[in-house]
């Protein structure tokens, strides 16, 4: 391609949004996700019972509030990733304390629990629950959040789809967990763990062409 008809190209392109325009329209579709999400989780699961005291223990606690620090310091680093030239910084090496923190937490609780425990607090109950309903509850969220995306130019479209898999997995995943009645890191720290990774991976295969120039 000659350089005359590739500035012409890149002239006859629409400019990417503003960074104003691309997070109003990310509070946006993000908001009305989370909305969805909502209804959807109200509608199928719904909050524990006792939930309010649940949250009381700070090692219950943990389990919706690392997925949701997660989902927003992703859904921070993914709208940067919407912009050519502007890097992820000091957030985007913050963002690996959740993973670490988690770590710990099931190294804790592997510790603590009794040894003839183990197995049956890793395993749980409720596995074939909660990795579809994580992913499924991720997906009016990870729609909003692309389609914000959409107007801004990311250059590497599979990285930007799977930071918008991870905001939204994160997010899905602290609203899940209100309903888990499984309150040990032994089971929420794997099981969280892999049901966002599911959504990460789905969002980088779909951000791929999704978010393709």
Do not use: N, Q
Not at 53 to 62: E, H, S, T, Y
Not at 67 to 90: I, Q
Not at 96 to 115: D, I, Y
Not at 184 to 208: E, H
């Amino acid at each position: 391609m000659k350089t005359e008809d590739l500035i012409a190209e890149l002239a006859a392109a629409p400019a990417a949004a503003p960074p104003t325009t691309l997070e109003r329209r990310a509070a946006l579709g993000v908001g009305l996700g989370v909305l969805v999400t909502l209804a959807l989780f109200l509608w199928t699961l719904g909050p524990r019972p006792g939930l309010a005291a649940a949250l009381a223990d700070p090692v219950v606690a943990a389990k919706t509030v690392l997925p949701l620090v997660l989902g927003g310091m992703a859904l921070v680093l993914s709208l940067r990733a919407a912009r050519p030239g502007v890097p992820g910084g000091a957030l985007a090496r913050a963002v690996w304390a959740v993973p670490v923190a988690v770590a710990g937490l099931v190294l804790w609780a592997f510790a603590a629990t009794p040894p003839e425990a183990r197995m049956a607090a890793f395993v749980g109950h409720s596995i074939a629950v909660c990795l579809p309903a994580v992913v499924i509850l991720s997906l009016p969220i990870y729609a909003g959040l692309v389609a914000a995306l959409r107007s801004g130019a990311p250059v590497r479209p599979a990285l930007s789809g799977a930071l918008a898999g991870l905001a939204a997995g994160g997010i899905a995943c602290g609203i899940y967990s209100t309903f888990c009645v499984e309150d040990t890191p032994l089971f929420y720290g794997v099981w969280y763990s892999l049901a966002v990774c599911l959504a990460t991976g789905l969002g980088a295969v779909i951000g791929a062409r999704a978010l393709r120039w």
